[in-house]
């Protein structure tokens, strides 16, 4: 059983999964396995996939992901997005049931954090609640993700 699964979700984004694919096979941490959830995209994903033929709203995407996965932590990569070569080598020891850990983000433009959001030094549950600051590509324990039943399909469309 690998340690990390990392689920990608693609939906008509298969311009950037290259990249993507990239990212995650230069990890210098080796205990993962790559999920690609081509999501209903017009012309099928040609990479590594688990196909949807219907689009059933992203919650329900990353539950099939999770679904097709094996690794004790999960973490979401969209099919947009990369990831430094040592990422999986700095969160694994910060991973744990009960704990999720949430990257920082850097954009193209090369501008750091997310827009709007406390750092870590002032976020409290108020303020967590109010700009929930958890990135898609957080890593979380495959245990916690059964305990709140996954990603509410309820969330879907919205």
Known sequence: ????SI???CHNDEQYLPECI??????TYRDFEHIIVDVA???PVQSRTYRLAVDPGIASSRNHGVAASSGQFVMQLDA???IAPNYLEKVIPLAGQGIIVCPGLQEFDGHRGTYGLPDEMTLTLS???LTNPIYCCSMYH??????????DPHLDFI
């Open 1 to 4: 059983m690998p340690r990390v």
């Open 7 to 9: 689920i990608t979700l």
């Open 22 to 27: 990239d990212s995650v096979q230069a990890q």
């Open 41 to 43: 995209s017009v012309s």
């Open 80 to 82: 947009d997005d990369k």
């Open 127 to 129: 303020t967590f609640l």
């Open 142 to 151: 495959r245990e916690d993700f059964k305990a709140v039943g996954g990603y």
